[in-house]
């Protein structure tokens, strides 16, 4: 067994690693009183950052199983900590959709998909995706991460990803209270999980 302490970025930005939602979990089921008040961890963090650049939350842990290995890929199952992963995931492909919309000729929008939520050079599920759902949300999460979600499902999923992106665009709108960016920051560099991989 190995414990370790990783930031967001290092969980999902490890080049060749990917997540998989083992088929006995359960599906994506948070809703909004968990999401807001991820959404307000993120704020808070992002406004301490500003005094204190190193600043971090603890989101918990995240208990993988090391899978299987196959040429240039490490695959991990989720064994706890699927909602959260999940979550953050939807967030950051929302942040994504926004840069491209309010930020067009940025690199930023290409940064987050082939930084944390694609492979850039697989082109075909599972492989192509850093994490890969249980499969009652695979539907709706690879429309979401392909840039194509369904506002009219009911999808936990959808419900997740509007909140995130209704909540940027809000951001957006408060013209400096807090950038999208320092959101960015916060949510990839300052959110901790404690790894523990059996």
Known sequence: MQVGKQVLRGVLGSDGTRYEIPL???????????????????????????????????????VLDSGHRIPNDFTFL???????????????????????????????????????????????????????????????????????PNFSSKSNLVVAYKYFRGELVRTLAENGEISIDEIRSATLDGLRFVAITA
């Open 78 to 148: 989720v064994v706890d900590g699927q909602q959260r992963l999940t979550t953050l995931t939807l967030m950051l492909a929302a942040l994504r959709d926004i840069y491209r919309e309010y930020r067009e000729g940025t690199d930023d929008a290409d940064e987050l998909e082939d930084g944390v939520l694609v492979h850039r050079y697989k082109k075909v599920p599972p492989e192509r995706f850093r994490l890969w759902p249980t499969q009652g949300d695979r539907g709706e999460f690879i429309s979401i991460i392909e840039g194509t």
């Open 24 to 62: 006995y979990q359960r599906t994506f089921d948070w809703d909004k009183d968990q999401f807001e008040k991820l959404w307000t961890d993120i704020r808070n963090l992002a406004v301490a950052r500003r005094g204190e650049p190193g600043a971090e939350h603890f989101l918990g842990t995240l």
